[in-house]
Structure formats: structure tokens, C-alpha cells
């Protein structure tokens, strides 16, 4: 499930895993354009009202960006990465059942 005017998270893993040498210049086009917009989107959308795929979604390509802009290690992005989205998913199960 996605969010209104937000790129379903499969379409999101199935863009990934193709190789953009397999790809025709319309598919990578319309990756990169979608990539954007929903970049954009997930920015100006409030966390409240994100579900938790799309949160978990942007919690995820945050830390890749991150990883990128300072020029670490993929193991060390994803080691971040995963532990930012674990905390996410709990921070949001928390709040669901009214845990602290």
C-alpha cells in the first residue's frame, strides 16, 4: 500500500533491481522523474501522515542520501539505515499501542 500521489514501495524495489542497462532511456526517464516527485512528496508530507511502508520507505533512501553526501561505506549506509528504519517501525508501533 502506498499514499496518495506516493510510488508504491514494489514499484520502488522493482526500479532498484533492474539494472539501468537493461532499462530502456523512457524506463530510466520515467524513474528518474517518478524518483523525484516522490522525493518531493515525501519531503512536504507531514510523518503523521505517512504510513508506516512509506515511512519506513523514506527512512531507508534518507540514509542512503546521507551515506552518499558524506562518502561512507555501503555496509556502513546500510548498517545505519536499517537500524534507523528499525527504530522507525518501533517508534510507530509504540505509538499505535500506546507503549513508551
Do not use: F, H
Amino acid at each position: 500500500m502506498s499514499d496518495i500521489g506516493r510510488k508504491p514501495m514494489t514499484d520502488k524495489v522493482g526500479d532498484a533491481i533492474k539494472p539501468d542497462s537493461q532499462k530502456t532511456t523512457t524506463e530510466q526517464m520515467s524513474d528518474k522523474a517518478t524518483g523525484l516527485y516522490d522525493r518531493a512528496a515525501g519531503t512536504l508530507q507531514p510523518e503523521s501522515q505517512k504510513s508506516t511502508t512509506q515511512q519506513t520507505g523514506d527512512a531507508l533512501r534518507g540514509g542512503s542520501d546521507k551515506a552518499k553526501d558524506s562518502g561512507k561505506s555501503m555496509s556502513e549506509s546500510v548498517s545505519e539505515t536499517v537500524g534507523a528504519a528499525a527504530q522507525s517501525a518501533k517508534d510507530t508501533i509504540n505509538s499505535l499501542t500506546g507503549n513508551k
